[in-house]
């Protein structure tokens, strides 16, 4: 990361230049993205931030159909 714009415009000069760099960088991000953000990582922060919202049981739909609709 830049520690100020001026930085930030250099690295994205230097990576639109430099074609080995731009992919490493690519590859580290998507791995970065891949080990930080699975479906298990999202559905414990999720359910981190629901709890205190709620006293019941959050379940997460994992392909059924939902429940029908009854007013």
């Known amino acids: ?5 001026a930085g930030l415009i250099a690295a994205i000069g230097t990576l639109s ?3 080995g760099a731009s992919k490493a960088h690519v590859a580290a991000g998507r791995a970065l993205l891949r080990a930080g953000f699975t479906a298990k990582a999202v559905e414990s922060a999720l359910a981190k931030a629901i709890a205190p919202m709620t006293s019941s049981v959050v379940t ?3 392909g059924e159909p939902p429940e029908p609709f009854e007013p």
């Open 1 to 5: 990361m830049a520690p100020d714009a």
């Open 17 to 19: 230049q430099d074609a």
């Open 60 to 62: 997460i739909n994992r």
